[in-house]
């Protein structure tokens, strides 16, 4: 499979601990993006990497929110100190270039 | 402010119809409109997309109507199908600048047999 791979795909977690997520995006595609999604909503865009550059970061990604994409390559996000309302699908996608973008299956967070 | 507005919010069609989905935007630097197919518990998939420098794209039995004046993309599906029963979400992006796609809140088909 030569598509977005995301790990683990779940993730239950009790708050206040820390997470990290994996995505490893379509080999060659320099541009990666995260986003979350929650139950009955579109994708939220939460930041935007060209190579290991991050260019872009939401408002909605807090200081416990931090993202790493250290070759260019896989991209890690990690959540410190979850919350509740931190539960959701985190999206990984990837891109050759501008505009079309491909998706990874998720990972669902749950903080109980 | 919701930048991408999506309509309508649920459609129930049979098999063999026509279904349509409509999205509407704002901001006028938007250049790039996707739209993604999402099955539960799945991560959306890329169906078609179109710039606006023409109205309408079609592949295979998706159609996607676009009106740079009105500010306005369509999504057709012809010829539904019970496997096309899924989420679908409009969604725009400026090439030239923010690349970060600003999805609609979706809209849940139901194609009945």
């Known amino acids: 499979d030569t598509g977005v791979s995301q790990n683990p795909r779940h993730k239950i977690t009790k708050r206040g601990q820390n997470v990290t997520f994996r995505c490893d995006p379509i080999?060659?595609?320099?541009?990666l993006y995260w986003y979350r999604q929650t139950l009955g909503q579109g994708p939220e865009f939460l930041t935007y990497f060209q190579n290991e550059a991050q260019l872009e970061k939401s408002r909605l990604l807090s200081d416990r929110f931090s993202a790493e994409r250290p070759k260019g390559s896989f991209s890690t996000l990690e959540i410190q100190r979850t919350e509740q309302g931190d539960s959701a699908m985190y999206l990984c996608?990837?891109?050759?270039?501008?505009?079309?973008?491909?998706f990874g299956q998720g990972t669902r967070l749950t903080v109980v | 402010q919701q930048q991408v507005k999506q309509s309508p919010q649920s459609l129930i069609v049979q098999k063999g119809g026509i279904s349509i989905i409509n999205c509407a935007y704002e901001?006028?630097?938007?250049?790039?409109f996707p739209w993604y197919q999402q099955f539960p518990g799945k991560g959306p998939a890329l169906l078609i997309a179109?710039?606006?420098?023409?109205s309408e794209k079609k592949e295979g039995r998706f159609t996607i109507s676009f009106n740079k004046s009105a500010k306005q993309f369509s999504l057709h599906i012809m010829d539904s199908q019970p496997g096309d029963s899924a989420t679908y979400f409009c969604?725009?992006?400026?090439?030239?600048?923010?690349?970060?796609?600003?999805f609609g809140k979706g809209m849940k088909l139901t194609v009945n047999p």
């Open positions: 996608a990837s891109s050759p270039s501008a505009g079309e973008a491909f």
């Open positions: 179109i710039r606006p420098d023409v």
């Open positions: 969604a725009a992006s400026m090439v030239g600048g923010s690349e970060k796609l600003v």
């Open positions: 080999s060659e595609h320099n541009r």
């Open positions: 901001n006028t630097a938007f250049d790039y």
